[in-house]
């Protein structure tokens, strides 16, 4: 099932999201709008001002971050939902990052076994990432999404203004997704991104609010492919075997870094090994680098680090008998799917890391 996608460079997408609540689609919905703190703030007072269907609508407010997505604040919601009379047309609507779209989705989807959702993502990784494709998860005893279901949003409203709010950490962290996007889909589109961060005193936010409609039907083009993530939708996981790693190991450490830095650097690894093994471009994986490295300014991992990282990768769900399996690109727009990488090759992609 494909989501109802809101965007268009000539009618506002909150326009639009009006004009759908308004329809007889939702004639007989009661609106529920899910915020965190900061979404609260910087997002809720400009959406109820452009979509007057919402001015009545109640609204919950769940903990900002990986906080929200547990058990205990479900079970809190669908007790404040049943609470304000919520029913089976009753209508959720997600206005935050993918913290909030997670949370709200899997609340959607076991309220009266399943009721509908809309995302209105407010961050880069909601609005390229998370809010498409109807993953819902909550996590379970620090384990990340491990306790969910595919539920379909019935619309993702996208509408990038709500961009000009959010800290540049995590719009740098979007743009690493974006980039991988890119990656997977269009070099020319990728070049002038990373050329245009390369040369840009902090970060080029128009440029990147110009890709994002592209890598919105990207990932809704792969995810109708493939809804289950049984096949193509894998190609989405380029960077993510390291990614995930280095996302734990840092965590481990008392250095957390953010989902999409941790992909950054799980890209740089994967682009080296897809010049080793694939003949992908130098180039374009030197672009990359200098693109990650004018964002980040990350250590050179040691020997021991290596250690660690490749013993979480060990554990990566995605191996097969005893082989790590890996995405990467045999040139831009062209994955491999599951290749099988020996740990001398991890070693040697870890140490690469940030070397010129
Ligand atoms: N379901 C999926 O397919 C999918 C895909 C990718 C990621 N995810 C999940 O998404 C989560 C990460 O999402 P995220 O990166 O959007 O993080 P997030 O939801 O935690 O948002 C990041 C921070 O930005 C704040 N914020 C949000 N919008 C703002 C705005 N416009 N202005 C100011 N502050 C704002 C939030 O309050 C939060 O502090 C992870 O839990 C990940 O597992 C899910
Ligand atoms: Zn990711």
Not at 128 to 139: C, E, F, L, P, W
């Amino acid at each position: 099932m494909k989501s109802n996608i809101l965007y268009s460079s000539r009618i506002s997408s909150l326009a639009k999201l009006n004009r759908l609540l308004m329809s007889e689609t939702y004639s007989d919905a009661k609106f529920f709008i899910l915020v965190d703190e900061n979404t609260y703030n910087q997002c809720l007072p400009l959406l109820i001002s452009k979509v007057s269907a919402l001015e009545n609508a109640d609204f919950f407010e769940v903990p900002v971050g990986e906080e929200a997505k547990s058990l205990e604040v479900a079970a809190q919601l669908w007790g404040a939902l049943l609470d304000s009379g919520a029913d089976r047309n009753s209508v959720i609507l997600n206005l935050g990052g993918g913290c909030v779209s997670d949370i709200g989705g899997f609340v959607a989807a076991g309220f009266k076994r399943g009721i509908r959702y809309i995302n209105i993502p407010t961050t880069l990784v909601g609005m390229i990432d998370a809010s498409i494709g109807g993953k819902t998860a909550v996590n379970v005893e620090n384990a990340k999404n491990q306790v969910g279901f595919f539920h379909q949003p019935d619309a993702v409203c996208i509408y990038p203004d709500f961009l000009d709010t959010l800290p540049d950490l995590e719009l740098v962290s979007g743009a690493l997704e974006m980039a991988k996007t890119l990656l997977l889909s269009d070099e020319k589109a990728f070049v002038n991104l990373a050329n245009s961060f390369v040369g840009c005193a902090k970060y080029p936010l128009d440029e990147i609010k110009k890709y994002i409609v592209q890598c919105v039907d990207f990932k809704q083009s792969v995810v109708s492919a493939d809804p289950y993530d049984k096949s193509i939708r894998k190609m989405l996981n380029l960077g993510h075997t390291f990614g995930h790693a280095i996302e734990s190991y840092m965590l481990e450490q008392n250095r957390a870094i953010t989902h999409g830095i941790a992909v950054g650097i799980g890209l740089e690894c994967a682009l080296y090994l897809s010049t080793m093994k694939l003949g992908f471009s130098k180039d374009i994986y030197t672009l990359f680098k200098q693109m990650l490295h004018h964002i980040v300014d990350f250590e050179r991992f040691t020997l021991a680090d290596t250690e660690h990282i490749l013993s979480y990768m060990r554990q990566d769900k995605k191996n097969h008998d005893g082989l790590i399996l890996c995405v990467l690109l045999q040139e831009v727009g062209a994955p491999v799917i599951d290749v099988a990488i020996d740990e001398n090759e991890i070693r040697d992609a870890l140490l690469k890391f940030g070397k010129f």
